[in-house]
């Protein structure tokens, strides 16, 4: 079976904190992708990473960074010096059979200044 | 450029009712995805088609149906409204089949409450 859990539902943090968002998966596939999105209150899925099972290089984009770790079968994902614009839910996404996508459900982030 | 567009964005039904959304895809875009978003969890998959023809399919019952036109945009039918079928429906447009191969892009949504 395929699934993706994101065992935090919501996190608070301060303007300027460092916080890493989990997400841990299961699948059988040899091959696969892994995805975050975010999803502003507008309810617009916005891309943020794809990665593929193959390629378990960390990843940094500006103030987003993503640590993959196969052998744990984790995601994680990493916004440093949070701001409060970042505040949003995050989900982190597999790839399946199909044609789908199988999301965790979701880790709501709120920034306070 | 327009992303993927979505109408309605906000409907009420009431149970028993159906439900036609709709969604035109970013131009050029070959596929379309259709997902299920309950309040507080993540969307669930409930069809996708490529070229005008179902590439998969969700688990889902067989009131909720879809279909692609020449033009690529497509439609959400859903029967029989259920309370429980309150929720987001997104689409997701992609240039190729999969996930795998392509990124999705989401629209808006809509969003359906059923009375």
């Known amino acids: 079976a395929q699934k993706v859990t994101q065992a935090q539902t919501e996190i608070s943090v301060v303007e300027k904190e460092d916080v890493t968002l989990d997400c841990v998966y299961e699948?059988?596939?040899?091959?696969?992708?892994l995805f975050w999105y975010k999803q502003p209150p507008s309810g617009e899925l916005v891309f943020l990473i794809r990665?593929?099972?193959?390629?378990?290089q960390n990843e940094i984009s500006g103030r987003y960074s993503w640590n993959f770790q196969k052998s744990t079968s984790s995601f994680n994902f990493t916004i440093t010096a949070s701001q409060v614009v970042d505040s949003a839910v995050y989900f982190c996404?597999?790839?399946?059979?199909?044609?789908?996508?199988?999301f965790g459900q979701g880790t709501e982030l709120s920034v306070k200044p | 450029d327009a992303g993927v567009t979505q109408s309605p964005t906000h409907l009420i039904k009431t149970r028993g009712q159906h439900v036609t959304l709709r969604c035109s895809p970013i131009?050029?875009?070959?596929?379309v995805s259709w997902y299920q978003q309950v309040l507080g969890q993540g969307p669930q998959f409930i069809f996708q088609?490529?070229?005008?023809?179902?590439?998969g399919r969700g688990n889902f019952p067989d009131r909720f149906s879809a279909r692609q036109f020449p033009n690529y945009s497509s439609e959400l039918n859903v029967n029989a409204l259920l309370l429980g079928d309150s929720a987001l429906y997104l689409c997701?447009?992609?240039?190729?089949?999969?996930?795998?191969?392509?990124?999705?892009?989401f629209g808006e949504g809509s969003r359906l409450t059923v009375l």
């Open positions: 699948t059988r596939d040899t091959t696969y992708y």
């Open positions: 996404a597999l790839s399946g059979n199909r044609g789908k996508l199988i």
């Open positions: 990665r593929n099972s193959f390629d378990e």
């Open positions: 088609y490529y070229e005008k023809e179902e590439r």
């Open positions: 997701a447009s992609s240039l190729t089949q999969g996930p795998n191969t392509g990124e999705l892009f």
């Open positions: 131009s050029g875009h070959k596929s």
